[in-house]
Nanobody, 116 residues
Framework: VQLVQSGAELRNPGASVKVSCKASGYTFTKYYIDWVRQAPGQGLEWMGRIDPADGGTEYAQKFQDRVTFTRDTSTSTAYVELRSLRSEDTAVYYC??????????WGQGTQVTVSS
């Protein structure tokens, strides 16, 4: 099982960023993909999740106005797009999946830096 994320991104404040997470080694549509971020010196912050089977989404209240989760089942890839970026969005963004067995798998993380 692998979750492979896209590379580091640098954006100006007010811009948007889209991070990808390509899954392999299991049936992509079987388990939710969660998105989590970690800002410098902070703990993990859950952003929400997407059900790859039907595209259904759940957003943490903090992010529901600026974040969109999507997926492409033809490539087993999930995406998170964050709009109106601000410096506080500088963080490492992770995708993860937790199976009914209790096993969980994480992507390697994508550094997003927001700076002018």
């Amino acid at each position: 099982v692998q979750l492979v994320q896209s590379g580091a991104e640098l954006r100006n404040p007010g811009a948007s960023v889209k991070v990808s997470c390509k899954a392999s080694g299991y049936t992509f549509t079987k388990y939710y993909i969660d998105w989590v971020r970690q800002a410098p010196g902070q703990g993990l912050e859950w952003m929400g999740r997407i059900d790859p089977a039907d595209g259904g989404t759940e957003y943490a209240q903090k992010f529901q106005d600026r974040v969109t989760f999507t997926r492409d089942t033809s490539t087993s890839t999930a995406y998170v797009e964050l709009r109106s970026l601000r410096s506080e969005d500088t963080a490492v963004y992770y995708c993860a999946t937790t199976w009914s067995t209790g096993d969980d798998y994480w992507g390697q993380g994508t550094q997003v830096t927001v700076s002018s």
